[in-house]
């Protein structure tokens, strides 16, 4: 069945690392940046039998396509994570062998014939429609018991906030685990329901609750 596209303007901002004192940071309501112009579909599922193996694996994928309409070449690095309502997060491309990509290509070849890895389109972002690039951000099947997930795709926006870690321990050393600030990132966050249980879930199609920027 054919998922409709949605399409979708994400602010991308680029901006210096601002402090902010507060131990939570909310995103600029709208960019006053750069930005690039973002399509996708919702997350689908395709099973995929992997070279060497007799059955297939079901996996989860985002696809997407971005333009660079801002008049300067963007440096693009996304990042995108789904993290569902029992605490797993998988973060896409993890394990992902390449005839899964091989598959969703031959899935939408006829809406987008120049169908990119991940690995392709991250780097350099240039200008115009002739330059847009489609690809999917892929994940491993997730806990069948999850009633909700949300989708975290970070690396579209240039907005930085620099905030006080409120569990710093001045009386010691700074490290990782012990740091004095969070950098914190303008991501988008879209939450899915499944709905059904546990035994109806593989067949169920994700509905779409909302769609924010939250800092992460």
């Given at each position: 069945?054919?998922?409709?596209?949605?399409?979708?303007?994400?602010s991308?901002t680029?901006?210096?690392?601002v402090?902010?004192?507060?131990?939570?940071?909310?995103?600029a309501?709208?960019?006053?940046k750069?930005?690039?112009?973002?399509?996708?579909?919702?997350?689908q599922?395709?099973?995929v039998?992997?070279?060497?193996?007799?059955?297939?694996?079901?996996?989860?994928?985002?696809?997407?396509?971005?333009?660079?309409?801002?008049?300067?070449?963007?440096?693009?690095?996304?990042?995108?994570?789904?993290?569902?309502?029992?605490?797993?997060?998988?973060?896409?491309?993890?394990?992902?062998?390449p005839?899964?990509?091989?598959?969703?290509?031959?899935?939408?070849?006829?809406?987008?014939?120049?169908?990119?890895?991940?690995?392709k389109?991250?780097?350099?972002?240039?200008?115009?429609?002739?330059?847009?690039?489609?690809t999917?951000a892929?994940?491993?099947?997730?806990?069948?018991?999850?009633?909700?997930?949300?989708i975290?795709?970070?690396?579209?926006?240039g907005?930085?906030k620099?905030?006080?870690?409120?569990?710093?321990?001045?009386?010691?050393?700074?490290?990782?685990?012990?740091?004095?600030?969070?950098l914190?990132?303008?991501t988008?966050?879209?939450?899915?329901r499944?709905?059904?249980?546990?035994?109806?879930?593989?067949?169920?199609?994700?509905?779409?609750?909302?769609?924010?920027?939250?800092?992460?």
């Amino acid at each position: 069945m054919r998922v409709m596209l949605c399409g979708i303007l994400l602010s991308l901002t680029v901006a210096a690392a601002v402090e902010d004192r507060s131990p939570t940071a909310t995103p600029a309501p709208v960019s006053t940046k750069w930005q690039l112009d973002v399509a996708f579909h919702d997350p689908q599922r395709i099973s995929v039998t992997l070279p060497g193996e007799s059955a297939p694996r079901t996996y989860w994928y985002f696809l997407y396509r971005v333009t660079n309409n801002t008049g300067k070449d963007i440096p693009f690095f996304p990042s995108v994570a789904l993290v569902t309502d029992s605490l797993q997060t998988v973060v896409a491309g993890d394990g992902i062998h390449p005839a899964v990509y091989d598959a969703i290509a031959r899935r939408h070849e006829k809406e987008y014939p120049f169908f990119f890895t991940p690995a392709k389109v991250t780097g350099m972002l240039l200008q115009g429609e002739s330059n847009s690039r489609t690809t999917a951000a892929v994940f491993e099947d997730f806990d069948p018991a999850a009633n909700e997930f949300v989708i975290y795709a970070s690396g579209f926006s240039g907005e930085l906030k620099r905030v006080t870690n409120p569990a710093f321990a001045p009386d010691k050393p700074e490290s990782d685990d012990n740091p004095t600030y969070f950098l914190l990132r303008r991501t988008l966050a879209v939450t899915y329901r499944l709905p059904g249980d546990e035994q109806t879930r593989p067949q169920a199609t994700p509905v779409r609750l909302k769609r924010e920027w939250v800092m992460r």
